[in-house]
């Protein structure tokens, strides 16, 4: 794949509950927002960076905004991130804030992620049954006294 352009059709036709997406160097971090309207049914997304070809895009604010009002992931179960980038207030932290149904989360090789991600995850998932984490990067915040 060369493109983001089938992203964005399968985000259109909000069918998909179940989503894979494994080494497609035109994919970044931040192009998960290109589900739209799709991630309202997604149950299951398994998104793993190349390692061997990282393609840094820039998405804007006004990107980040847009998936934070308007992109639902109440239904999501699963979700499985490896190889990723995730930098707060972007597309990949706001969805440990809003995936209420998560029962199985797995992270692997993953940057940037910060304790209190993780906290408000556990806090927000009532049907959390289980957290695999391998080979983290986690940014520690302390909140002062």
Not at 97 to 122: M, N, P, Q, T
Request: proline share 3%.
């Amino acid at each position: 794949m060369s493109s983001v352009e089938w992203l964005e059709y399968l985000g259109k036709l909000e069918m998909l509950e179940d989503l894979s997406i494994k080494h497609c160097r035109a994919i970044g971090e931040g192009d998960v927002v290109k589900l739209g309207p799709s991630l309202k049914k997604l149950k299951r997304l398994q998104f793993e960076v190349d390692a061997n070809y990282r393609y840094m895009k820039v998405h804007d604010q006004i990107t980040t905004d847009q998936w934070k009002k308007c992109v639902p992931c109440d239904r999501l179960e699963e979700l499985s991130l490896l190889i990723c980038l995730i930098s707060p207030d972007g597309v990949l932290s706001c969805v440990f804030g809003r995936c209420k149904a998560l029962k199985r989360l797995h992270l692997d090789i993953c940057f940037g992620v910060r304790d209190c991600d993780i906290v408000r995850l556990a806090q927000r998932s009532s049907n959390l049954k289980s957290i695999s984490l391998g080979s983290l990067q986690i940014t520690l915040f302390f909140s002062p006294i």
